[in-house]
Nanobody, 123 residues
Framework: QVQVVESGGGLVQPGGSLRLSCAAS????????MAWYRQAPGKQRELVAVISSGGTTSYVDSVKGRFTISGDNAKKTVYLQMNSLKPEDTAIYYCNAVFREPGPTSETAQAPWGQGTQVTVSS
């Protein structure tokens, strides 16, 4: 059973910073990529940032220059450093992992969604 657990959310004032963490565990041979998503009230879940096992990163335009994704493949963890936070960044933040399963075929699979961590940006 593979799972991801997010942490690090909270209440922060506009302009402030937060660092989110996510750890994947279970039957994982290797990580292919890990990503952060967010879902604001009444909106669809959107991809915020992704990092490949090789370190290539990509961001949604609205967070470029403010958020930084990083990861540790050996620890199966991913982080999201969020600076210059805005009220519109308020959402539940979820991480996800694409990984290779143990075994001779090393099939690729996606982890189930975790509970997420609430980020609220408000004065």
């Amino acid at each position: 059973q593979v799972q991801v657990v997010e942490s690090g959310g909270g209440l922060v004032q506009p302009g402030g910073s937060l660092r989110l963490s996510c750890a994947a565990s279970g039957s994982i041979f290797s990580i292919v990529a890990m990503a952060w998503y967010r879902q604001a009230p009444g909106k669809q879940r959107e991809l915020v940032a992704v990092i490949s096992s090789g370190g290539t990163t990509s961001y949604v335009d609205s967070v470029k220059g403010r958020f930084t994704i990083s990861g540790d493949n050996a620890k199966k963890t991913v982080y999201l450093q969020m600076n210059s936070l805005k009220p519109e960044d308020t959402a539940i933040y979820y991480c996800n992992a694409v990984f290779r399963e143990p075994g001779p075929t090393s099939e690729t699979a996606q982890a189930p969604w975790g509970q997420g961590t609430q980020v609220t940006v408000s004065s």
